[in-house]
């Protein structure tokens, strides 16, 4: 059986909130699906004992008499859901029915609980955290305990050890495979929200990066694959931190003087996967980022994330000095680093796969198993960004890829492929609501 | 950074051995780095105080003093390896230092311990164990504690709930997403073997199935994406246990008499990955068997899978009262099962990945992210099945697959699509030394 | 720029039909467009002098006033054609406006003829034709002038070279590159027609066949390239006519006793390509069929294939004595061939793409430039065939091809990749209105 | 039966040449095989009566008695070749006795002549030739007449006519398809060489282009398919030749202030391709370039490709004002446009596939029917690019590419897919032995 996606999967882990004197509001409802927490949105609307709104996107109307709260929702497959329950000290607590329209005689009762998801005010004072890492991860779970929590608007400065476990100093201090600085916990992140991590900062923090000199097999021909058999060395790099340059430490005749400007980038951003789902390890990638190896995840760059779990669970690493497109050689050079990122929760927009700007572009990624899709998947990713954010119907969004699309390889060598599709913002300035995100 | 694949790293748990006059034999080492257990094959053969044989492939040679074992051992790339150890009740403990033939400057000491793995004789009195599951596991997990100890030889006679979670009563046991029956630890079985698992039986114990009629991405041109787009019903389907027959419970007008022979199947047989590496979900699959949906995996097979880690622990479940090729809903006719499986260690020799065999095929699976992928895998998985079993040149494997191969496709539905070279075993029976496994 | 694909291009070249008293009735729409005739159907219903039907595929009003005929026909996106004409001795002469509904400023004015298709009737007494090949050709073309017309209920027996071009006696008469027995004109069939080619006889006439060790690149990984690097050898193959079976004729040592039952196929089977288009070579494929080296094109087996060109244009080579799927030497056992085929015309209905159907199953083939397409092709293919034929909803198909889909690999070898959707007759034997085509 | 490639495969063309003292120089060999011709590259080194060289890449040893020629060649799978010749007004005519290694009882002897290829010195005085078009082909055949024949380093300076085949007035001269201006001969060219085609001048020449708003199949994700359902119009683009820049013509609400930089290209540039293949149609691409519709191909550019007959017939058209990558809408913004190209022969030389030079980038494309058999075919002319001209070893190629490919896709609708590796010419500037083309 095909693993069926659940996106509203997540912990409930709200804070208490006082009694609340009108329902109307985001809420976080918590059933019990067999041992494991399953999630769902609810937005209400409450006028006099009246409720409207939907449940996990089917629409609902229902009332409010005392404390007891009841509502029939419906989806357009001929299904529904009925809800009891009672209201005590801001909490919903009670039952739901579910009730398949192609299978109506099986339906499921869960027991469910709610809280209110508080509106996130603009961050009067952010912090800046001086975090310095002790442990790195090597999966991107939901059942790892947040190293920090901070609030929307704060920045982390931090490091990230390079992908083989070392740190600035050269001293390994986990295994190899991409190990994780965090994860940050992000107070009112909440699924179907998205993280905006806006990178402030990446500098590199030693003088050597290791490579290695194989082409994946993603980029051989059979042809290549022959003529390259003995590739199979690691490599190291010098980084001339002062100009700014890459050498090979051991050049071979031919590249004595062959040097490449560095462009520190970050290999991984992620956050945590639904709670039902087993934890991506940290050499995958997904809807949820993880290891995208795109190397325009730079300094002044910003990427879109969705919330899957609350607080959503930042992590990063897998530092590199530079990157050709698409990673080939398997390892870029790879580095450790110093980081500083700002974080900022958008609430109630949830972007379908990760999402980047930078000054000049838009920029919606594709991760699939092959480039054939994960091409189909960044057009798909750019052209719901493109009628979300724009407005523009089916037939604008045509027009516009097709006169002002940049597809870039980003990924060729981890399980997904990724291609990432790009659009100057200067072309799209003159559309109306042009906004962030 | 790509995640290395790491074949060797496995878990140290073999059993104390008596002192050992002789060291020649397959031994199982066991270095800690940084916190995570990673290890490797040694085989050494003992004649008088001289010592040769491999470590992890790489030739060695060197020498027993007393209780003291030392050896040089050099890969084909520049690189080496020295031990340094003392022997003492069969455990060998000591350093390896690590030099990489293309970084020599930058050297790698690790602790180790090891011991010899014991050769595996013909269960003289294989067990018939009647295991009721109480447990169900959604994660090919090498972290979970096993819930039966076999040998190899032993017979499992147990159930699977099916993949929403539904046992043969219908009761919800655990939520959905290929929950799985197991892990069952078989001793003797170590890194570097194969574990085979003979389906003596596959039963189908309870009268409905669930299915729908979506179809799935990759079935799917945009023209039948569009034409199918209010697809997205559950179907319940009735199992006629004494005819052997599914039919639809509600059939439309055209589907009345709609009737298909039942095939009882396995979707998912796996074994644990290596311990360094994220354990995948019940959805998934690779190298390591798992969500493979494959239509032959059917009582009177055999399917041969590579082992991880000691124990292999073998997980399986996700029974399928029939399919046809790729699953092409997401969902087959899903369903509990009785299962008779019988478990043998082949030792010392590793399938690249998933093998069947039927009584009139030997099965090849490739699974990677795209068919066309897929399609080079099993192609791969064959010929080198061929090269090592019936000792046939690569011209001669050529001349074989292009004469008799027969490829289908197993999947289509999950992250991995499946593909599967199948050859007649009776056009093999003339070439020499045709081999079981 | 891409090329649009006309479905409806062709050379208009109908018999003169008698003063047609009525209209009612399919026409041959022949509009001249810069030098290269542009065909379309017309379907005309005459009730009085009112006029009805559609003009390739727009429905129409219109009236017959005295000898002039006079419609307005409009499409779905806004647009439509304005047609006024005179009829005279079964021929229809006059303009055709087309108006383009995103672009009505710039309509274009075309002089057209059409006259009417004649139905065909069952054939009293077919006839079979022997005959004999003297040319053979390198292109799938409708330029070349046809060796042979025939009637729909024909037979035609003859012969083919093999790829190499070489005869029954060995004697090479043609370059190599499949060259074609045929053209045949089949009377009566005109673009959107089906043509099905009944195989009665495919019989070896000569004692050997050529094939090669190779491994073409779809097939390789990066790893299978280098072990197979050294392959690239001819291999000839003695063709046991008795006792029908293939061996090498100089078997290295593991070999010696390798024999293979024949099975004799033709690689190409096709008809024209449409008048606009380049012809193809007979190297390729597509939805005319060509060389779509399927190992089920056998004796007792039809194809179906649309029909693009008035007389379809039937071209056959490329015999295999056997191949096992997808052709993966590149060349399977390449031959010469006696040949005996029945060719019908299915009026009024146009596959779209090739067809099989054998005495147990039906088979749709999609011919895509990788698996993955071709996978999602043939799916198509045959979702269609299911809606067309037996009159399932999407849903209903869904359920069909999920339970009984037989998914196989038919083509690694050429630039299309081919896989045929198979499903078994017995199971759809109870469907509504079954329906051989 | 895969049709096989035979890369030196043209017509004998070669003008008389005074008789010939000594034999060494590059010879053009012409067989006759069944009917087509069938061509060789001989290189010959005479010293006194001995010969050395190759033929067709074979090593071949023979001797020169009078007027008689004689020499064995050998290639590297146990076959060789047998000439025997007179020479006579500089042409060599006799027999080629080609032994397979592999079937040595099956020797094929064929006729053959022979010319030896001047060598082309440095243009003194090229010409610019100011060339009307009048008639357009859609076929990149080497069976049509060449328009005009030119010498090495000669400028053409023409028209193209739009891909619906309408000219700068507008007026439509041709059907569509990309109809091509050309074919020209260049003088000098044989296959073996590589044609350099300098774009001095690209110029929109009339005020309007033709797009339309699809989206093409390779774009398309099941659910965005389903939300363009109803996109398929034309659209017009006001093409404002003063300021540079294309607005739509009758753009909706969103898209009144949507302008966008023109950027002319040429969608098509092609060389004819071998004489035994069937001519591709002129929306197909391949090796010799053909429908590339890459969107560097503009003014200052040049393009390599290789010549595969005498002369190379030289086409180009297909004119884009502007065209984001991969061509995403099947159409660009097709247009009419003024054309100047530079010539130059690059003998002895053959690039495998189209390549491209900028200003700042060398860039290798791969063409082929998926996008990732397009992005391994890209890596690997572009491999060979770098190991040719920059003498890298494999080893270094990988490091090169790692930290410096730019890899965009060009090109998404038509039957090829295509990728472009770049790579800036500044980080290559210290490599020894860079080198042009």
Known sequence: MRILRLWFL??????????TSNLSGRWFVSTDLYGTPIYYPLNLVQQGDKLTGDFGGDKLQGTLTSNTVQFHAVDDQGGWEDCKATIANGLLTGTIVFVDGSDKEHPQTRQFTAKMVPVISANKSPVRHDFTPSVFYRRFSHEIKPVLTIHSGDTIHTTTVDAGGADEKGVTRVLGGNPETGPFYVEGAYPGDTLAVHIDRLK???????SDDGIVPRGLTGGLAIKTKDNNANVRWHLDLQRGLATPEKPGEHMASYAVPVKPMLGCVATAV???????????SGRFGGNMD??????GNTIYLPVSVPGALLYFGDGHALQGDGEINGNALETSMEVEVTVEVIQGKRVPGPRLESSSHIMAMGLEGSLDDAFKSATDNMANWLMEQYKLTPSEVAMVIGTASEYKVSEVADRNAGMVLKIRKDLLAHLPKPASK
């Open 274 to 284: 639904n709670s039902a789902a087993a934890p991506p390890g940290t050499g995958d």
């Open 204 to 210: 590199l923090n030693r003088d050597y990066a290791i």
């Open 294 to 299: 795109f190397n325009e995840v730079v300094e």
């Open 10 to 19: 997540f912990v409930l882990c709200l804070p208490a909130v006082a009694q």
